[in-house]
């Protein structure tokens, strides 16, 4: 159902234009939305006037007409106004209110299908059905972008994206938790990945200069029909989670851009304490201090460049041949030979996802 300040926005606006007054009651005789005083008319008479077979009648200045929604009584419509055109204004007045409604009801059916759809609550035969008869075309491509904004209900998000991504364009916006945001996006015929993530990255900056929200953004493959748009919300639920995991530093994840952190996120606990016990024996990886952290993810970063390490991190590049040296001695790990520096790496992704899985159960 359509809320009253729709209503009164609307009454309001034709009431400007036609100089006619508008009241809304609802089948009770309560008042829904007004644009005059409307005291002399009680519940009674709105009453009566329900219980009557008639679609309208005149009372004085006033016009009465029923609101319908699919032969259902929903409201009564008063127009108030001594001029011929009251009665053909009022009829204006209660069309416009019913495409309301109509517009409204399949927004919110919309909304349901989508929800339904990409958690994979309906079958293949009901999501051809319910996408023919809410006018959803099947074989767009198309691709879902999860945008966390961290805040529980809090609608400014969805209200933002909604005004970027709208429906006419072929794309919509849900959500099925209280700090993610969903848009399922259309794309023309040529765009590809290219074109998903500078709508991505563009989300990420409107979210930040708009509404002050620092957002991560994460997003599936492209998929060629509807029934697959469940599979790329999964994958961009993965991307979310592996991007918090492992790439913490960037607000934009592609789940085709994972790479190991992908694989290690499907790793059983079990077999992730095996790993770290079988490369670290009785050491804590805990225990580096974010000295020695930051020096060996900086020599990955330059491809286990010495020189180049040294420079970036403004030290002597005897002093960065001291660090990695004396981690070699508490590992066993030579993290300038590449296959030392891949086992070290492998090992503190697994420790990061192994803290998550701590976090998560606290």
Do not use: W
């Amino acid at each position: 159902m359509i809320s009253a300040q729709v209503i009164t926005t609307s009454i309001e606006e034709l009431r400007a234009i036609t100089r006619v007054d508008l009241c809304v009651f609802d089948p009770d005789g309560a008042v829904v939305a007004s644009t005059f005083d409307n005291n002399d008319i009680g519940p009674e008479l709105i009453k009566n006037f329900v219980d009557s077979p008639a679609d309208s009648q005149v009372i004085g200045l006033n016009h009465l007409l029923k609101i319908t929604d699919e032969g259902e009584l929903v409201y009564v419509l008063v127009a108030r106004g001594s001029s011929e055109d009251t009665y053909i204004i009022g009829k204006i007045a209660v069309s416009q209110i019913q495409q309301l409604m109509v517009a409204y009801k399949e927004r919110f059916d919309r909304n349901n299908f989508f929800q339904n759809l990409i958690l994979d609550n309906m079958l293949l035969v009901d999501i051809y059905n319910r996408a023919k008869k809410l006018h959803i075309d099947v074989l767009v491509p198309r691709v879902v972008l999860i945008v966390e904004t961290g805040k529980e209900k809090d609608n400014t998000a969805m209200e933002l994206l909604g005004s970027m991504y709208s429906p006419q364009s072929g794309d919509f916006i849900t959500a099925v938790d209280e700090s993610n945001v969903i848009v399922i996006k259309s794309l023309d015929p040529g765009e590809g990945y290219e074109a998903v993530e500078q709508t991505a990255n563009t989300i990420v900056d409107m979210m930040n200069t708009e509404a002050m929200m620092n957002v991560r953004v994460a997003y599936g493959t492209i998929v060629q029909e509807l029934k697959d748009v469940s599979k790329s919300y999964k994958e961009a639920s993965m991307a979310l989670d592996v991007g918090k995991i492992f790439y913490v530093e960037k607000k934009v994840n592609a789940y085709g851009r994972l790479g190991i952190g992908r694989l290690i996120y499907q790793l059983p606990l079990n077999l992730c304490k095996i790993y770290i016990d079988e490369i670290f024996g009785e050491n804590d990886p805990s225990d580096f201090d974010e000295e020695t952290i930051t020096t060996v993810n900086k020599f990955f970063e330059n491809n286990l460049n010495v020189s180049e390490t040294s420079r970036q991190l403004f030290v002597h590049r005897n002093t960065l041949v001291y660090r990695l040296e004396k981690l070699q001695k508490s590992t066993g790990l030579d993290v300038r030979t590449f296959d030392d520096a891949l086992t070290f790496k492998i090992a503190m992704m697994v420790v990061n996802y192994m803290k998550y899985l701590d976090s998560l159960n606290y």
